[in-house]
């Protein structure tokens, strides 16, 4: 599956290249390109999804034990491994994926607004990717609440 999705988007942008079939000045044809290889690599993915036979039982199970993700759409597999308590952190979790992706744009902005000499703005956003990662480390899960074997 995950090769046919880099496959997809190998040969649509190699294609793409070759035969310009959009127009436009560089920021337009980037995003048309981006954009049609993005769809073309969605629509391969998830047809390939669906003809790929599903894993098997004790796959997901082993799976379930070690990662332990949120009950909602695993509540087949969390039904056979009652000795495993449900998660439920998926707000925790979207919350926690926010946080570091702020975190590392607002390090990656605020670093390059530095060496670019915009002193002021870049300390202010390398102060609010601190931010982030303090409260990113807070929502962490401490070893008592859950620990992998």
């Not at 999705?5 to 294609?15: E, G, K, N, R």
Request: hydrophobic share 55%.
């Amino acid at each position: 599956m995950v090769f046919a999705a880099m496959a997809t988007a190998i040969a649509v942008t190699a294609v793409l290249s070759l035969t310009k079939p959009f127009s436009g000045d560089s920021v337009v044809l980037f995003a048309k390109n981006s954009l049609a290889t993005t769809a073309a690599t969605s629509i391969v993915w998830i047809v390939v999804t669906f003809l790929t036979q599903p894993e098997r039982e004790d796959v997901l199970v082993k799976f379930y034990r070690k990662v332990r993700p949120h009950v909602a759409g695993w509540r087949p597999v969390a039904q056979l491994v009652e000795d495993v308590p449900q998660t439920r952190d998926l707000g925790r979790n979207l919350l926690s994926w926010a946080l570091g992706c702020s975190m590392v744009y607002l390090a990656l902005f605020g670093s390059g607004k530095m060496l670019l000499g915009k002193t002021g703005f870049g300390l202010v956003l390398l102060a609010l990717a601190a931010l982030c990662a303090a409260l990113l480390s807070r929502l962490m899960p401490r070893a008592q609440e859950w620990s992998a074997d």
